[in-house]
């Protein structure tokens, strides 16, 4: 079943001289429990495709449809309140409430809705992701490597549409590097979690059972891998 889709995704940037067109013609369909990896160099387009179809910017033109929503039509209000129930962002730094112990930083989509998470739900990503005995540890007394699994579990916790991550291991050294897109792979597996990778790394790339190409603005390649 197809989650996500978007149709003839341009995005411009400035006027007249200063004019950039950072997006063209972008045409893009996932289905439910894909793990797909956009790649492409520095300034190709990848990070505003994913600011666009994680509902945190609009494209000047086209359409982007997530779990049956045209979200490109969202007000501001509605696009945050879709984004946090919706839709997981995981990002290179890892966005964590310093004040708050890991497990208040991964339920906060919830807290903010006042929502009571699924206990059982939440013990399964915890346990998926290797983080069930550090609940009460503030951020700075996590590594790296633990602050993005509590931001990965944070973005799972609301049973997101799809998740996006963006260079999740940007940050992070080789070892750490592979136990986050490892851990994202079994997300995908255990959880049926659909996964959107932003990576300029081949080798990441790779892991994703399906690669999409994009090159100054336009998506070149489309490949299934398996």
Wanted: glycine share 8%; aromatic share 4%; with cysteine.
């Amino acid at each position: 079943m197809e989650i996500l889709r978007c149709n003839d995704i341009e995005k411009v940037f400035g006027k007249g001289e200063n004019q950039v067109t950072a997006l063209n013609g972008i045409n893009l369909s996932i289905e439910t429990g894909e793990f797909v990896a956009i790649i492409g160099a520095s300034g190709s387009g990848k990070s505003t495709l994913l600011h666009i179809l994680g509902s945190v910017d609009k494209p000047t033109k086209g359409t982007v449809m997530i779990d049956g929503v045209d979200i490109s039509r969202l007000n501001a209000t509605n696009s945050a309140i879709f984004r946090r129930r919706k839709v997981g962002l995981v990002y290179q730094f890892y966005n964590l409430i310093p004040t708050l112990t890991a497990e208040k930083n991964i339920l906060m989509p919830m807290l903010l809705d006042k929502r009571k998470p699924d206990a059982e739900y939440f013990e399964t990503i915890v346990r998926t992701l290797g983080i069930a005995d550090k609940l009460e540890s503030l951020p700075s007394q996590l590594s790296g490597g633990q602050q993005q699994r509590v931001a990965i579990a944070r973005s799972l916790i609301y049973r997101p549409a799809i998740l996006f991550a963006d260079e999740p291991t940007g940050n992070l050294d080789q070892k750490n590097s592979k136990e986050i897109i490892d851990l994202l792979k079994l997300s995908n597996r255990t959880l049926k979690q659909t996964i959107l990778l932003i990576t300029h790394d081949e080798k990441i790339a790779l892991e994703a059972d399906r690669i999409v190409t994009i090159e100054d603005g336009k998506i070149v390649n489309d490949e299934k891998r398996r």
